[in-house]
């Protein structure tokens, strides 16, 4: 549950355009979209891409798909799979060149520039999609090879189901005036989702709280204190301390704060993003959105938004992932009542004459821990260095896959912050490249996520590597110390490498095909990675003193797994409540005085939320659902979690958690096949059977 799974380009504009491109005839002299990539390994010439390429290079890639679209459609030859559907497959290069570039650089080092440039083409480049989607001969042609199928081979048939299927939830079906219908919706939504995530990100960078007295200060560990000094230097204010509404600032200052005043503060700038009555404001958005999102749906036959979204997800409908999410609410809830009546009655036993709040929890929690298991995050940071962290990835890649990574040096990189590595496969072929971004920064969306640059595929006979990147927003470096994580870092990068290996053990022939899983699958790869991250025997190997070297002592093991269920109650109810939240919008079939708060906070009371805990993300920041493509998908999380669960159980039953027969396994049936199998058959092919519940309320401490 720690991050966002981004495709390289938004999933509506480009279908069938992954691949990277040679030379194209258009003479825009030095536009790099318009030459070859001699970079190593074809990666993009950030080092030359500046803001005025991206334009013409977008309409250019637009216009070239657009002639080979007509091409196919228009051919005179009887359809088949080569002319047709894996022409397709194969359409648009340039214009996916550009775009993987362009819609990664809005989140990761985007500028108003570029998000105003997203903005004003975005209904251009949907009404390009809506072109190829809604292209009447062009389906004609799909569904003449879909109806014969049959007689092609296994991966043939698979890309040309999905094909049709993208063709009629896209809306081949419909009569012309709702097709005509469907095109202003599509575009509408393309504008309204970049401008949530816009304002999100604006409200999030226009919150600073400055300290200016030492006594503000009571309670914070001196790390955290020198963080703040060193980030108001940075932002021109020295002398002084800033904390923001990142995470790695406003977390330690939630912990370990003894001015409970500027714990509300900082966590009100936190919570009240888009919800503040100015220009960033989100909720009349979040009504439109929701709204047009229905009508949708019900052009295309489904009864709501998430009917639409679930039909091709694991979960098939709402019922079932209601039916989910609320067995585990049901075992989650008490044990979150507990916590916080613990809290309350540290609260009281201390002389507070107060209740907990929201800004409370990470506070006495935090106290709760250091009393029961005599830890803290400040004891176990040390053992965390970034670096001993990234190292221990790589050394567990190789003792399950027999993978590599070699740093390149003479590599572009889209920010200076940025880097690249070669992976080598256990042959010591080239698998792979690898960009990693860690911090945060003004240009950069918080949160986590793995995207990628090229997804694997195979091209006139050449297999095409992939280019994967990892963007997090972890805690700096300090001075002389090197950025010291805490265990939610440690467990979001170990995350965030497992979407990194999925991409780079893709095998499949066709760009459509690679990494193409159900939302409620793909975090498998990445969540099953986590159980690994705090596993006594891979602490061992990595969690090192960045001081001294020493391994992290036993003690310090014992008090991490027997307090491994510590305050699961919450991390566990705030994540559903986000997660039904979601899924309460979108199974609405009537929108019509919609009031986005009076309507979250009815949702909320409705499942009992207790009053001292919020939902993970509330409607006006909930970027997942509004602006990233997990709509109706965030329970997706907890799903996939019942999978990885069992499949860790799997390694650990075999008595061997680097066992290298099982990890063979997991790539070829599980990481590999992208939408050559159904997700269900994939899982079921590895472990032998359907998934059980069991392993993950096991996990949770729940059972």
Known sequence: ??????????????????????????????????????????????????????????????????????????????????????????????????????????????????????????????????????????????????????????????????????????????????????????????????????????????????????????????????????????????????????????????????????????????????????????????????????????????????SFILDRNMSKNPENVYDLLMKIWDA???????????????????????????????????????????????????????????????????????????????????????????????DGSHLAVLYMDFHPRASKQGGAWCTSYRDQHVSNGKNITPVVSIVMNFTSPNGDSPALLNLDEVLTFFHEFGHALHGFFSDVTYKRLSGFVPRDFVELPSQVMEHWALHPEMLKLYAKHYETGEVIPDELIKKIEESSHFNQGFATVEYLAASLLDMDYHTLTDVSDLDVIEFENSAMKKIGLIKEILPRYRSTYFNHIFSGGYSAGYYSYIWSEVLDSDVFEAFVESGDIFNKELAAKFRKEILAPGGLQDALDMFVNFRGREPQVDALLRNRGLK
């Not at 495709?7 to 825009?28: E, H, W």
């Not at 009655?345 to 029961?372: H, Q, V």
């Not at 920010?415 to 070669?422: F, I, S």
Request: net charge negative.
């Open 1 to 306: 549950m720690k991050s966002t799974f981004i495709f390289p380009v938004m999933t509506i504009i480009i279908l069938f355009s992954m691949s990277a491109c040679g030379p194209n005839k258009t003479d825009l002299s030095d536009n790099p979209f318009f030459s070859e990539w001699n970079t190593p390994f074809g990666v993009p010439p950030f080092d030359k891409i500046k803001f005025e390429h991206y334009q013409p290079a977008l309409e250019e890639g637009m216009k070239q798909q657009k002639a080979e679209i007509d091409s196919i459609a228009n051919n005179t030859e009887a359809p088949t799979f080569e002319n047709t559907v894996a022409a397709l497959d194969a359409s648009g290069e340039l214009l996916s060149k550009v775009s993987s570039v362009f819609f990664n650089m809005l989140s990761a080092n985007t500028s108003d520039s570029l998000q105003q440039l997203a903005q004003d083409m975005a209904p251009a480049m949907t009404q390009h999609s809506d072109d190829i989607m809604l292209n009447g001969k062009l389906f004609e042609r799909i569904k003449t090879v879909y109806d014969s199928r049959e007689s092609l081979d296994y991966e043939a048939q698979k890309l040309t189901e999905i094909t049709y299927t993208d063709f009629v939830r896209s809306g081949a079906l419909l009569n012309d005036k709702d097709k005509k219908r469907l095109r202003e919706v599509n575009e509408k939504l393309a504008v309204l989702d970049l401008q949530f995530g816009d304002h999100v990100m604006a409200d999030n960078n226009a919150f600073q709280m400055v300290l200016e007295k030492e006594d503000d200060l009571v309670g914070l560990p001196q790390s955290v204190i020198d963080g703040a000094a060193q980030l108001a230097e940075e932002n021109g204010i020295s002398g002084k301390w800033l904390f923001t509404a990142d995470k790695p600032s406003m977390i330690p200052f939630l912990q370990y704060s003894d001015r409970r005043d500027l714990r509300e503060k900082i966590y009100r700038g936190y919570f009240m993003r888009g919800d503040y009555g100015n220009e960033n404001d989100n909720k009349d958005l979040i009504v439109q959105i929701v709204s047009l999102r229905l009508e949708r749906a019900n052009l295309l036959g489904y009864e709501n938004h998430a």
């Open 332 to 426: 989650a809830l008490p044990v979150a009542k507990t916590e916080a009546a613990d809290m309350q009655k540290m609260i009281d036993a201390e002389g507070g004459d107060f209740e907990l709040a929201t800004w409370d929890w990470w506070y006495y929690s935090e106290k709760i821990r250091k009393e029961k298991y005599d830890l803290d995050e400040e004891m176990l940071r040390p053992y965390f260095s970034l670096e001993n962290v990234r190292e221990g990835i790589f050394l567990l890649s190789n003792k399950l896959y027999g993978i590599t990574f070699k740093k390149i040096e003479d590599i572009p990189v889209y920010h200076p912050d940025a880097y690249a590595y070669e992976v080598l496969d256990n």
